[in-house]
């Protein structure tokens, strides 16, 4: 099927269910870096439903899917993006429930968001995601983490399989490490069930600004970027930032891509950078660090080709 048929296909299953579709649409618009060219369509399903119906249609029309939450850790191509990218901000993916210690939460909620709302209920066992800018689904696909690891206080998540079926799975039926879990590409998070536990308001709030103010000494949280960019290597004894900073390359530049001075691991959009300075200056840190330690860094983000 031609893009024109799947383009005329998609308005009109999104007229009648009230999901929302864009096409041509401006990925720099989605993307915390501020950077990427133009994706063939955007789509914001209104529930489970209506996403299970949609892709059912674009897999057998052959079109390829991509799920993209707060744009936080996906560095998008600079050209033409033959995809519909899906993004699970709509009223149903973005709801809170709380019952007594326990929040059910859309797998399209920013943790900011979250996060928020339990202190504002004096709920702990969250607030080491303290300034990521993610969304639960997307922090649970990577384990993101601070000083916690989101997956420490799950008990379950609800999923689209490969198959459009909606099935839940328990903590213990998941398998979780440093920036991995063992969710697959076929599957898509529409929920998930946090056990979390009481502490006096006071003694989070504290503890919470503690927390930010740390990242924010050491993190450039007000400048555009995708986060920390490699992971810590396993065997090395060093962070990433450390073998960046050894390395000598804080502030060098590609473009308009730069090396933060605050932090090593990120690189920063100082105005006018595109995703190939980006992906330029990574192939750069990943070729001195190799050559100055023998050690190969590998990405933390994801890069969409």
């Not at 600004?209 to 810590?232: H, V, Y």
Request: net charge neutral; charged share 25%.
């Amino acid at each position: 099927m031609d893009r024109d048929i799947i383009k005329r296909a998609l308005a009109g299953l999104c007229d009648k269910s009230g999901d929302l579709i864009a096409f041509d649409e401006r990925l720099v618009n989605h993307s915390t870096i501020r950077t990427g060219g133009r994706a063939f369509a955007w789509y914001e399903p209104v529930s489970p439903e209506e996403l299970r119906r949609t892709l059912d249609f674009l897999r057998g029309a052959g079109a390829r899917t991509l799920v993209l939450g707060n744009g936080s850790n996906v560095l998008m191509p600079d050209g033409y993006l033959d995809a519909v990218v899906v993004n699970l901000s709509g009223d149903y993916f973005t709801h809170k429930g709380f019952e007594g210690s326990a929040v059910t939460v859309g797998a399209g909620e920013k943790l900011s968001a979250l996060i928020s709302e339990c202190c504002a209920r004096g709920l702990s066992g969250l607030e080491g995601l303290v300034g990521i800018p993610g969304t639960v689904g997307g922090a649970l696909v990577t384990n993101a983490g601070y000083r916690s690891a989101i997956s420490d206080r799950l008990s379950r998540v609800k999923v689209i399989d490969a198959r459009g079926n909606i099935r839940c799975a328990e903590r213990k039926e998941l398998v979780f490490g440093y920036r991995t879990s063992s969710f697959s590409t076929d599957q898509i998070i529409i929920e998930a069930l946090f056990e979390l536990r009481e502490m006096p308001l006071s003694d989070l709030r504290e503890r919470i600004k503690d927390l930010f103010m740390e990242k924010l000494r050491s993190q450039p949280l007000d400048r555009k970027t995708l986060g920390c960019i490699f992971k810590n290597p396993a065997k090395s004894g060093y962070k990433s930032a450390e073998l960046i900073d050894m390395a000598g390359m804080k502030g060098t530049r590609h473009g308009g891509a730069v090396i933060s001075q605050k932090h090593a691991n990120f690189i920063v959009n100082s105005g006018n950078a595109t995703s190939g300075d980006v992906k330029a200056l990574i192939r750069e840190i990943q070729d001195r660090v190799r050559t100055d330690f023998s050690v190969d860094l590998v990405p933390e983000i994801e890069i969409i080709e």
